[in-house]
């Protein structure tokens, strides 16, 4: 499996060769509650780290979800055009929202890695 790094804004990203794969964490899906509606970007569109990379919409609140690296959208999850609970489902898994080339994997390093996010977490309660 991938290794995941995660963001203070509850983002994660796995990487698997050049690509990553970006969802939210199950922290920010329990505080956003039921999922609604996603906003995919386009294919082909560049961010850069903390651009808005998907749009996420809950009974409760609508927030961004941000760019935790810098890249090309290369897929996006369509399932959850249909199907916004995905999320909810497995926000850590089939709920992903898209995938990017990266453009700069040094970008990584400054990512938490899962013990320092659930330290993060720890010191959020």
């Known amino acids: 499996m991938a290794?995941?790094?995660?963001?203070k804004d509850h983002e994660w990203v796995r990487?698997?060769?050049?690509?990553a794969t970006v969802g939210i964490t199950?922290?920010?899906?329990?505080q956003l509650g039921d999922v609604v509606y996603v906003e995919l970007p386009d294919i082909g569109k560049s961010v850069g780290v903390g651009d808005e990379a998907a749009v996420v919409e809950s009974?409760?609140?609508?927030?961004?979800v941000y760019a935790p690296i810098s890249g090309e959208v290369?897929?996006?999850?369509?399932?959850?055009?249909?199907a916004p609970n995905g999320v909810n489902e497995?926000?850590?898994?089939?709920g992903w929202f898209v995938k990017l080339k990266l453009s700069d994997a040094s970008e990584l390093e400054k990512l938490m890695s899962e013990d320092e996010y659930k330290t993060y977490l720890a010191e959020l309660d």
């Open 3 to 7: 290794d995941t790094k995660y963001t």
């Open 15 to 19: 990487v698997d060769g050049d690509t």
């Open 26 to 30: 199950d922290y920010a899906q329990e």
């Open 59 to 64: 009974v409760k609140a609508a927030s961004e």
């Open 74 to 82: 290369v897929e996006v999850n369509e399932a959850l055009a249909d």
């Open 90 to 94: 497995d926000a850590a898994g089939a």
